[in-house]
Nanobody, 123 residues
Framework: VQLQASGGGLVQAGGSLRLSCASSGLTFSNYVMGWFRQAPGKEREFVAA????????YYADSVKGRFTISRDNTKNTVYLQMDSLKPEDTVVYYCAPQVKSGSIYSVKTYDYWGQGTQVTVSS
């Protein structure tokens, strides 16, 4: 199983970025997909998740109303549209499938992280 996140970069506060995460080696449409982020020295934290059909989405309070998660099962790809970016959004972003039962918000239920993508928001 491989997950490859991309689309990060440097943007000014208030700007937008769209992250993509392409997967291979798993039946993508069977899984809830999540985005998480991690700052140096801190635990990985939940950002957003989307059910297998895309019918339900979940967000951390810190990004609700600014970020939008979506997926294209024909392309085995999940996206994170990030608008109104803030300097505190500056971290590495990762995607992963939820492979264990449990809370959709819990990082412990996700695996196959792959490389993340760095987002830097300047003030």
């Amino acid at each position: 199983v491989q997950l490859q996140a991309s689309g990060g970069g440097l943007v000014q506060a208030g700007g937008s970025l769209r992250l993509s995460c392409a997967s291979s080696g798993l039946t993508f449409s069977n899984y809830v997909m999540g985005w998480f982020r991690q700052a140096p020295g801190k635990e990985r934290e939940f950002v957003a998740a989307i059910t297998w059909s895309g019918g339900a989405t979940y967000y951390a309070d810190s990004v609700k109303g600014r970020f939008t998660i979506s997926r294209d099962n024909t392309k085995n790809t999940v996206y994170l549209q990030m608008d109104s970016l803030k300097p505190e959004d500056t971290v590495v972003y990762y995607c992963a499938p939820q492979v264990k039962s449990g809370s959709i918000y819990s990082v412990k239920t996700y695996d196959y992280w792959g490389q993340g993508t760095q987002v830097t928001v300047s003030s």
